[in-house]
């Protein structure tokens, strides 16, 4: 055989050496290979720099700290120092996988819950870390995705500056970290460097965000979508799908084995009646099937139409509009150019998979956070496609141009007009409210005998149990409303053992709404008959109590 | 002295868990690396024949397989006059001899120079001490060993000629595949074993410079396999240790994987020899491992790579010997639940080489032409335990053996299951006497083949 003379494989090899020694096919997402330019360093790092303003300033002092916001302060706090999830009976509500991050967060604080004032303060410092990363995972998932910088920067900037993002992602909630393993996820996935432990890791990721919060379930057929046009084309596509899968799944299976462990999987005699919860021990399942059954009537949730007219609408109406048709957009432009829109039904999936979530389910206002960065992702997206022929230049001026429409106009994203007709700053950048919760705790502690038994909410929990002195008595109207453990052992479900209540700000309507089985009756009884108001602040429609019961 | 067991417990499911994720790592490692196609790949273009080959063919009880065998090592696509074949079989080994030298009768009669039959009547009688023997008949630049069942690539020569000149290489270590991965419940992993093993994990050995090599389709440069006095006779796993014995004298070795070119095999054809098989191959690795070769490779990370593969079987066995105390203790102990969801990590482990494994078999079936059916990974579910705990017991078996010094070579039976029809030599008649155990070679006690050949005679 002659130098250069090919090898001559037998017939029955033929099929074989077709499939060996052909190149492999050009993988199916589109994807930046090109290095990031000056410019490219410049437009990320100010995006960044604008997440960390955005969100940084002003922090402390607005929104006021919510419920929510206390509660997973307050398992983080027993995480870190009672080693379990919850002070109370943890029924699996949540997968605990953000309040152990939450936990990790202040065990390495060297003030820990105290670093920053109240200890809401230190978390809300971690979500403003988050959201800078968020930034740069989403500034790099669109440019890689869309090879265009100025696209990036387009979504990376209404992520950052839009209010409905600024007044939830400052606030310590578990979507805010779902949402971060997500864009972990998508960036890792973005990375398409044919690896298998980059699938593996981005499966991994889009796992813990499972565990984070279970609604990233509805984000799995984009994601899924995603990784399988990703690993297209590969020799290694078999390995790379198996393990994205396996990842996925790892972090779901070591939750559900947790509950196993604990015996707490399965209700008591497989009861799943929600008429009468079993007795016995919580359980996991029944959870689930008890979530999957609520409904807004009777529930502390609402509906999706009333929260969009009256709570997301009046805080961003350009996010959520634009990006909806950006979302159809990106999939009828994806769906037109099957081979190279992957990115865009990819986004459009997962943004429609979240959006169908929040059509279905009983929602609390929050919810639509993660809809936020999908939807910035959208845009991203649709803006680099339609812009793709025109010079950057250009695609630049129009991109500060639709940037600009709701930065200036009154009512957008900067500027308002107050009761007197006068232009000022939004309030995000300028009120502050948790002043009033900062006032009603150091009353509580100038007035409050330590050893008091309390009706409190959860957003003053940690402060009241972490700091000197130590109000080991003081529980959310919630758990004593509804844990056997507190509403028993503690005040005997009887005005007679209770000596406060602290009054949050509309407090009082969810103890109303949450009384659909009388269980906050005895608390409401304490107020109303035998309460008596010895503080109380207020500021516009925000107002806050202490109750002192008489006996 | 429960917080003790606690402990033990945990440090020990860490440490299975470290070692099954490293070693599931090395299952996909090719596939893993964005130059993959350049590490295992046959290059495009054959250079001339320039180097002569000796094929060395040890045979012992192979009258079923051995005619088909040297007919397929004679007609391989190299100038003849380049390859010489070699046949070494043990004197009492009479019908293997004979099948054999009918053949090279034959190839004789044809005009083919240079096909013998080796023929020693010392001991031990084993494959090390044949492959010795024949080496000292051995005179072309390039040693080739194949087992007496293997389907000789026609293309090999060619391809190993080409990378030995163009690459500058000795050594070099071609693909083998079993093929029969329906056969019997445990044929599918064991041919994955050879998969993952050929196709990805000796890649990896290769680049670290710490390598096990197989027992047939090696290529060594002559001289080189001579100046390391060839093979170990008293280690069951030889190719292991002339591999890492060549990795600390810093000898590259290249490894090469392709599915059109690789040497084909079948998986022991009954339990019993399945065991067996494996049981020797734990024990040589054990043997390895006690001889301490592999302290000398020259790096840490190579020495590392080196213990944690010949150590393996070790683990394996400890871990078929814990089984029955962590069944027990599940049952018993009250363990905090970080503990017990760490006790289970390994499981998750399992749980990934089995995902590993179903990938696997549609790459393997797909590379071959073949189809992976539902039924063939509906089955793997079932049997994929029971797989576990049969190297479990193998290697505790080889512990037991080496622990009380038995160490003779428990041979493993061929019957050609991976040749198509026209590609058997024999037909399918009982292998009844080829199965038996060589309870009588026993390298423990035989004496060291001595200089020059004495006692080999070549007919």
């Known amino acids: 055989m002659r130098k250069g003379q090919p090898a001559v494989p037998r017939d029955d090899q033929m099929q074989e050496q077709v499939e060996n020694s052909r190149p492999p096919p050009e993988p199916e997402l589109p994807v930046s290979t090109g290095r990031r330019t000056r410019a490219g360093w410049v437009a990320l790092v100010l995006a960044m720099v604008i997440g960390l303003v955005t969100h940084g300033y002003n922090a402390f002092r607005y929104p006021l700290y919510l419920t929510d916001e206390g509660i997973y302060t307050e398992q983080a706090w027993s995480t870190l120092r009672e080693g379990r999830l919850s002070p109370y009976t943890y029924f699996y509500d949540h997968a605990p996988m953000a309040w152990i991050v939450l936990a990790g967060w202040y065990g390495i604080l060297p003030g820990q819950f105290q670093s920053f004032g109240n200890p809401i303060n230190a978390g809300r410092v971690l979500m403003v ?28 900037f209404i992520f950052s500056v839009s209010p409905l993002a600024i007044y939830y992602q400052r606030q310590v909630l578990l979507d805010n970290l779902m949402v971060f393993w997500v864009l972990v996820g998508l960036y890792v996935l973005a990375r398409k460097d044919g690896r298998i432990v980059t699938a593996m890791g981005a499966g991994g990721a889009f796992g813990l965000a499972l565990v984070t919060k279970e609604n990233a379930v509805f984000l799995l057929p984009g994601f899924a979508y995603l990784m399988h046009r990703g690993v297209t084309g590969h020799l290694n596509r078999r390995f790379s799908a198996s393990f994205w899968w396996f990842a996925t799944l790892s972090p779901v299976a070591a939750y559900l084995l947790f509950a196993q462990i604990k015996n707490e999987l399965f209700p008591a005699g497989m009861d799943f009646n929600l008429n009468s919860p079993p007795a016995g021990h919580v359980s996991l399942l029944y959870t689930v099937w008890w979530q999957l059954h609520r409904t807004a009537a009777g529930s502390q949730g609402s509906a999706f139409a009333e929260l969009l007219r009256s709570s997301w609408l009046p805080r961003d109406k350009y996010l959520l509009l634009g990006g909806t048709v950006a979302a ?3 999939l009828l432009l994806g769906l037109g150019d099957r081979r190279r829109g992957a990115p865009l039904i990819g986004a459009a999936v997962l943004a429609i998979g979240y959006g169908f979530y929040l059509g279905r ?18 845009i991203g997206l649709v803006y680099a496609r339609i812009t793709r022929r025109i010079k950057p230049t250009a695609a630049a001026l129009v991109a500060v141009a639709l940037m600009a429409g709701p930065l200036a106009t009154p009512g957008g994203y900067l500027l308002k007009y107050d009761q007197f007709h006068r232009l000022v700053g939004v309030d995000q950048y300028r009120i502050s409210l948790t002043d009033l919760q900062h006032k009603q705790i150091q009353w509580v502690r100038d007035n409050v005998p330590p050893n008091s038994k309390m009706i409190i909410d959860d957003d003053s929990w940690v402060a009241l149990h972490e700091d000197e002195p130590k109000f080991r008595n003081a529980h959310s109207h919630w758990k004593a409303a509804s844990d056997p453990d507190v509403r028993d052992n503690v005040f005997h479900a009887s005005w007679e053992n209770l000596d406060y209540v602290a009054m949050s700000n509309r407090m ?7 009384n659909g089985g009388g269980q906050e009756d005895w608390i409401l009884q304490a107020i109303d008959q035998h309460g008596e108001q010895v503080w109380q602040a207020s500021k516009g429609n925000v107002e806050l109590q202490i109750i002192k019961i008489n006996h | 002295m429960q917080p003790i067991l606690l402990v033990a417990i945990t440090a020990l499911s860490l440490l299975l868990t470290a070692q099954a994720a490293h070693t599931l790592y090395l299952m996909i490692y090719t596939w893993d690396q964005p130059d993959s196609g350049a590490m295992a790949g046959v290059p495009d273009e054959r250079a001339d024949p320039s180097l002569s080959f000796t094929v060395i063919v040890p045979a012992r009880h192979e009258e079923k397989v051995i005619q088909g065998t040297i007919d397929r090592a004679a007609t391989v696509n190299y100038p003849a006059h380049l390859v010489q074949l070699l046949v070494v079989c043990s004197a009492d080994d ?17 005009g083919r120079q240079d096909a013998q039959v080796v023929v020693f009547d010392d001991g031990p009688v084993n494959k090390p001490h044949g492959l010795n023997t024949a080496l000292r008949y051995a005179r072309n630049d390039v040693v080739a060993v194949f087992d007496a069942e293997d389907e000789v690539e026609p293309e090999l020569f060619s391809i190993v000629n080409t990378v030995m000149t163009q690459e500058h290489v000795r050594v070099v270590q071609a693909g083998v595949q079993l093929m029969n991965y329906e056969s019997n419940w445990y044929s599918t992993f064991n041919v994955l074993e050879y998969f993952f093993w050929f196709r990805s994990r000796l890649h990896y050995h290769a680049r670290t410079g710490a390598i096990p090599l197989g027992g047939n389709t090696v290529f060594f440069d002559r001289e080189l396999l001579e100046s390391v006095d060839g093979w170990d006779e008293f280690n069951l796993t030889e190719d ?14 290249r490894v090469i994987y392709d599915h059109r070119y690789v040497t084909r095999e079948e998986t022991p054809p009954t339990l019993g020899h399945f065991i067996r098989q494996r049981t020797r191959w734990s024990q040589g690795f054990m043997q390895t491992l006690k001889k301490g070769t592999w302290k000398q490779l020259p790096t840490r990370r190579q020495r590392i790579l080196a213990w944690q593969t010949l150590a393996f079987p070790h683990a394996q066995a400890l871990l078929g010997l814990y089984l029955p105390v962590a069944i027990i203790t599940a049952f018993v102990l009250r363990s905090p639940t970080i503990v017990a969801l760490i006790s289970w990590l390994p499981v998750l482990m399992l749980a990934a080489h089995f995902v590993t494994a179903v990938a696997g078999l549609y790459e393997f079936t797909g590379a071959h032409g073949l189809r992976a059916s539902p039924r063939t990974v509906l089955t793997m579910a079932f049997t994929w335990l029971p797989y576990q705990l049969l190297l479990m017991y193998a290697a505790t078996r080889a512990l037991r053996r080496q622990l009380m010094g038995v160490g003779n070579w428990e041979k493993t039976a061929h019957i050609g299951a991976h040749r198509t029809p026209d590609t058997q030599s024999a037909a399918t008649d009982s292998v009844a006497d080829s199965t038996a155990t060589d309870s009588a070679d026993s390298t423990a006690t035989g004496p060291a083949a001595n200089e020059e050949g004495a006692t080999g005679r070549a007919s």
């Open chain 1, 361 to 378: 389910s009983v929602l609390l206002d929050f919810y639509v956070m993660p809809l936020v960065p999908l939807l910035s992702l959208c």
């Open chain 2, 240 to 253: 292991a240790d002339i591999g890492l014995r060549l990795s600390a004298a810093g000898e590259q070795v």
């Open chain 1, 129 to 156: 870390v988050v959201h800078v990363l968020a930034v740069f995972l989403l500034f790099e998932i669109v440019r890689r995705f869309s090879g265009s910088t100025v696209a990036a920067f387009l979504a990376t």
């Open chain 1, 328 to 330: 159809l957009a990106a």
């Open chain 2, 94 to 110: 009479t019908g293997t001899i004979a099948r054999a030298q009918e053949t090279i009768d034959r190839l004789n009669a044809a």
């Open chain 1, 508 to 514: 009082r309507p969810a103890m109303e709404q949450n």
